[in-house]
């Protein structure tokens, strides 16, 4: 009986042991399992942050992008009025001997018709434009003249148009002859043959059959294209104004 009861004992106490033994296994796994997921969780966690941290750089640097993008523009823009303040101050320090008043007029489009060449210009009879009248850029270069007046709008023939002519000379020289426009060229024609011209002569219109009270800068000779055996000397005349690109314009109205 005793044997029996003794046998009991010692089992109840393996129980007792293995059943701590299996609790403590189950805490250890259990907090094994847990620090587990919380070093995924921590894991995931940070990548998320990592992911998130880089879009909102790259979306800090598209803002910077753009805000440097913006001030560029911005600052072209800026560099633009600029010049186009010098060039107006230029141009009401123009003086003609005083005898004109300069409207200034916005180039709003360039029509080439087949050899003909015109400008239109934002001014017209009722800001007292006439047809003939002679055009400038800002810096006292001639353009060419007026060849049509509506009343909101004008009509600039410049110089290479075809029907372009206006009487000119060599500058401090006794040499004129008469500017020509030809097909998208300009010449300087009718020059006597016993007169000196080189390439480099500045060329000044005198225009006196358009009222020209003075004297305006054309261009320089380019070169000299009729010979030798004809009546009359020709030259092809490189214009000072850059003719595929005018933004402004003045009209000289006389007083």
Do not use: C
Request: no cysteine; net charge positive; aromatic share 10%.
């Amino acid at each position: 009986m005793r044997k029996a009861f003794f046998i009991f004992f010692v089992l109840a106490l393996i129980t007792v042991y293995l059943s701590y033994l299996n609790t403590n296994f189950n805490n250890l796994v259990s907090a094994k399992f847990y620090q587990l997921i919380s070093y995924f969780s921590n894991g995931v966690s940070s990548s998320f942050k990592v992911i998130f941290s880089i879009r909102n750089i790259y979306e800090e640097n598209e803002k910077l992008k753009q805000e440097l993008r913006k001030l560029t523009i911005e600052n072209i823009k800026l560099k633009e009025l600029e010049d186009e303040n010098k060039k107006l101050k230029v141009a009401l320090n123009f003086d003609l001997d005083n005898k004109y008043n300069k409207i200034a007029a916005v180039v709003v489009s360039r029509v080439p018709f087949f050899s003909d060449d015109i400008l239109i210009i934002n001014k017209g009879s009722k800001d007292g434009i006439i047809k003939d009248e002679i055009v400038i850029n800002y810096s006292g270069e001639l353009v060419g003249t007026i060849s049509r007046v509506d009343k909101d709008f004008s009509e600039v023939r410049i110089l290479t148009d075809r029907s372009f002519s206006m009487v000119a000379k060599i500058q401090n020289a006794d040499i004129n002859g008469v500017l020509k426009g030809v097909f998208g060229s300009l010449i300087m024609d009718l020059i006597l043959p016993d007169k000196k011209i080189n390439p480099g002569d500045v060329v000044l219109a005198t225009g006196l059959e358009k009222n020209l009270f003075g004297e305006i800068p054309v261009g320089t000779i380019e070169k000299i294209i009729s010979s030798p055996a004809e009546s009359v000397q020709k030259a092809k005349i490189k214009p000072f104004v850059d003719l595929a690109n005018i933004d402004y314009v003045f009209v000289l109205v006389s007083k």
